[in-house]
Every structure is written in structure tokens, then in C-alpha cells.
């Protein structure tokens, strides 16, 4: 039997040509990380983090997937020099990379029992790569509370290029519920401003933050005008941002002529989800209710599973007060589907008594 490898030497076999010595070298650290052992444990981070942060190394990416996957919790007297090593190694990884998650979870698991070290943090915001300034957006949104004193360089990222942008967005996000005075604004901003991956982000994070306040019966914040930004929305070709957009005007209500038009418009749209979107909207805003009943029935009674599933999932979306107006509907259909969509229209009509 030969001899048990030490930690340096499988730390050193993560650059190792041969693909079954990395694998070899990926378990028994993996395991080490893991280990109940509090010693082996903090060997074990230790060497990973000197050799992230050692120039050149060629073993980042395999140390910082170890490192998100098993390093927890962080010891504190490593959590300074982990967080040098991942900055070091940031500027050389892409934009929407696995490395780039896993250095920004990294740092996460770091902040989470060391929350000076996002103070420590501070300058990488402003850092000249884009990579660094994605990760630190990221770690913000995944703090929550004790990420709000950092909210402002998130908010300051949101006019960033592109993928800076979006690990921004999805923060503000995460963290709107928080602070929603301050993020519902900005998210419209967004809407207003945005297309494509944005644009969405911005519809989800809102009406996310909107249907939260309400299911905890708090104050949603004055939005100044947001109509004429979900109107353009509804016009845009991908269907789940015109969906977002239609739900988004069924929570905002009441709403002007022009968008009870809009919505009705949508009845007709070629994405059975927004259609059905589109008729829960105007059953919430309190819109006449044939059109948009008449569409739910028959897209329940499709034999196509999608078109069903369209409906369900539009009805399963809304609180059970907005929904009581389909009641009868969901009565005169139930009886003639089986299986899970029978299954969901009972617990549907359940919640309505």
C-alpha cells in the first residue's frame, strides 16, 4: 500500500496533466474540506487559498469550486487572505463563467462570518475589471440585511456595461424587499430604460417585490407613471417579458382605459401564457369578466398539456381574493379534466371557500 499523498501534494495535482490525478486530488481535498476534523479542515483551506493566491497557478478554477462547494464554515483566521487570493484571481476569469460564480459564493460564505470583510471589499467595486465589480454585485445581493450599507454601489453598478449590469439587477432584486422605497423606483427606471435581459429582470424583480408586500400586507411605494413603461413591455416579441408586463399591470391597479385595452388586446396574444396572464389581470382589476373567462375555460379544456398548463399556472399565480370572480368557471369545467389538472383546479376552488 504507498503512501497517503499530503495535502500540498494533492493541492499540486490540481494542475496536473493527467485528468484522473486531478480527479484523484478533487475528491480527497473535497473530502478534507469536509471533514469533521477541525485541524484537517483549516490545513486543507489553507493550502487551497495560497495557491489561488499564488501568481500564475494554474489549479483557480478547481480550488474556488472546492472552496464554494465544502468550505463552510470559513475559519477566521483564513477569511483576510481568502478574500486577496479571490480578488487576485478575479481579473482573469469571463463574465458569466463558472468561476466567476464560484469566487463571488466564495466570498459570500467569507462575508457571511466575517462581515468586516465587506468593508474590506470596498474598493473592488471601482475595480478596473469588470469581472471584480460582477462578483462584488453578486455578494451584496446574497448578504441580505447586512448587505444594505453596500445598496448604493449596487445601485451604481446598474449603469455598468452589460454584465455588470445584470449581477447588479439581480441584487437590487434580491434585496428590494428590504429597501423597496428605494428599489421599486429603480427597477421601474430599468423597465423604462432597458430591453432585452434587463428588461425582463427589471418586470420579475418588480412584480416579485410587489406580490411580496402585498402577501405581508405592507405599504408598496408610489410609482410615478409606470404605465407607459409596461405598455411599451407589452410590445415586445419575447413572450415572458410581455407576460411579466401583463402581471405586473394586474397588480398595479387601478389602470387607465388605455391599459385595460392593452390587456384585453393581449386575450388574443399567440403565447397562451400571456393570453391567460392577460384574462387573471383583468379579473383582478375588476375589468368585465366574460372575455377573460371564456378564454381560461377553453384553455382549460384544451387537450394540448402546454395550453392547460398556461391556464393553471396563471390562476395559481394570483391570491385567492382576486380569484374568487372565477369561481364559477373553475365549477363548470372541473369535472370534465383528470389527473393533475383536476388535482390543481380542486385545490383551486378549495382555497376560494
Known sequence: MGRVPTVDEWVARLSARDARAREEALEA???????????SRERTARALIQELGRPGTAAASPILFLLQRGWWPPQASLTESA????????????????????????????CRVDASQLSALEGAFAHPHPSVRSAMARVVGRLGKDALPALPRVLALLDDEESVAISALESLGSLAVLAPDVAAPRLLEQVRRT????????????????????LEERAVPTLMDPEPALLRALEEPEPPIRQEAVSLLGLMGPVSPVALAALRDRLRDESPSVAASAAVALLGLGAPSAEPLFLLKGQLGQAAPEVQEAALSALMSVDPARLRRAKGM???VVGDTRGATRVTLDELLASLD
Not at 486577496?84 to 459570500?108: C, F, W
Not at 430591453?195 to 402585498?214: C, I, K, N
Open 29 to 39: 481535498l473535497e473530502e478534507a474540506l469536509g471533514s469533521g476534523e477541525a485541524e
Open 83 to 110: 478574500v486577496q487570493a479571490v480578488l487576485s484571481t478575479l481579473p482573469r476569469t469571463e463574465a458569466g463563467s463558472a468561476d466567476l460564480e464560484h469566487a463571488a459564493l466564495v466570498l459570500t460564505l467569507v
Open 330 to 332: 373553475l365549477e363548470s
Open 195 to 214: 430591453d432585452g435581459v434587463r428588461l425582463y429582470l427589471a418586470l420579475v424583480s418588480l412584480r416579485s417585490l410587489l406580490e411580496e408586500l402585498l
